[in-house]
DNA sequence: CGCGCGCTTGACTAACTTCAAAGATGGTGG
DNA sequence: CCACCATCTTTGAAGTTAGTCAAGCGCGCG
């Protein structure tokens, strides 16, 4: 899911996969974006934008966290994926929004103008490698939600969820998750219900510790893994 | 799911999202892609590459029809898409293959060297967009089914591969199925009893008619519209 | 014609959902 | 600072959907 802006010309001419990949792990002139951006905050459940909406600006998140979600008619809801600090959204061709993007926190976010993006990237090609490679991470994380999704079960989804979270928090064995039980049970196609069960479950296994009902410690990393199966 | 071809150099400089989509429509120079490939047949069954294969070829199907998928450890399988004629393959920036393509039925190839498809898109700008906008349509495709194995049941499901298929093979309302009962459940997540009987529940609901096993027809297809819940 | 593979069908089971209610949590206003 | 209230989480019991296991059918190929 990423970027309207996220135009060919973006990179040099001559440039090679290795290189966009090189782009993803530094900074790729991420920072002068910053220039062109202004600041925007999002209270709680407040819409960034929704489905439907024209596409004029992308962003990226700053503080807080967001949810990309998409409703049946009947009100069910998936929630495609959850954007963190340092996350983009809307980095698409798209001239319309395929999903609403909801704050599931408050949060603060950069706001760039397609337009502004698409000059910056001309004059900076390297930015485009960055934003290109940010899209591919999507795709990529997006693949392994499907093999989540057709074939894990409860425990192997939560599981993989939780190790996922861990690693987007920094890698350390404590993090906080800023989305309700119902929020996740919308991302893993479960309930609320059987998303705290399997917490509760995964608690007196003693896989994981929650020191609050969102601050999750990581107790065996490594039976963690073996529950989520990790292809 | 794309090119390890697509970089960022792929068009000409100053192109729009507007352009990108534009060139989706027309042939985009794809036809010139044509004099750097070569024809390859794949027997049923027959891998293209697995998972884990370094990339160094993208791939068009030109008849028959392929699939993309990932092993859990215990063997689950699951089917993240259908590869019919046109579609192309690999067309991302990975240097490792991230799923295995196997053929669904006997199949041809057009294979394209990746060097030579970059060296190509130079020449080309119209090319390089032609195929980002095939990356685009591929992600949009995901994202919908990660709404459908997320939220939808069997029958939601069934329905709404059936009429994707529909679609895919030109429109028309009877068409061939190339996948067995089981490749569709482990696309749709199901097993191949569940997708028998749905089938057979939509039969007898007149809503489609099975010429043979793999000949649907579609019977009343603003029912079937209705059963999918498109959202 | 017979064999094998895939499809269908049936009976039973298991996993997850649904419905219901009690227990935490945290934010707000008195 | 504490109490209250709404919201979120947890837990329990019953229900439903899809999965599992098992067997028969039928098409297509040799």
Known sequence: MLATVLHPETAAAGC??????????????????????????????????REGDSAKDCHKVLTGALRSC?????????????LLPGDFIGLDLDATR????????????????????????QQQPKLGKRLLAEVWNGLSAAQAQLLLLGRKNAVERVASFLLL????????????????????????GLTTETVSRTFGQLKSQGVIRLAASSQVVLRDRVELEALAEAA
């Open 16 to 49: 090679l996969a290795a290189e966009v990949l090189a782009a993803a792990r530094d900074d790729g002139g991420l920072s002068a974006l910053d220039r062109i951006g202004s600041v925007i905050t999002l209270r709680r459940d407040r819409a960034l934008f």
């Open 70 to 82: 998409r409703l049946l008619p009947d009100g069910r809801r998936h929630i495609g994926e959850f």
């Open 165 to 188: 979270m861990a690693q987007r928090a920094g890698d350390g064995d404590h993090f906080c998750l800023p989305m309700t039980r119902n929020d996740i049970a919308d991302h893993l």
């Open 98 to 121: 395929r999903f609403t993007a909801e704050a599931v926190s408050d949060a603060t976010l950069m706001r760039y103008p397609q337009v502004a993006v698409e000059r910056l990237i």
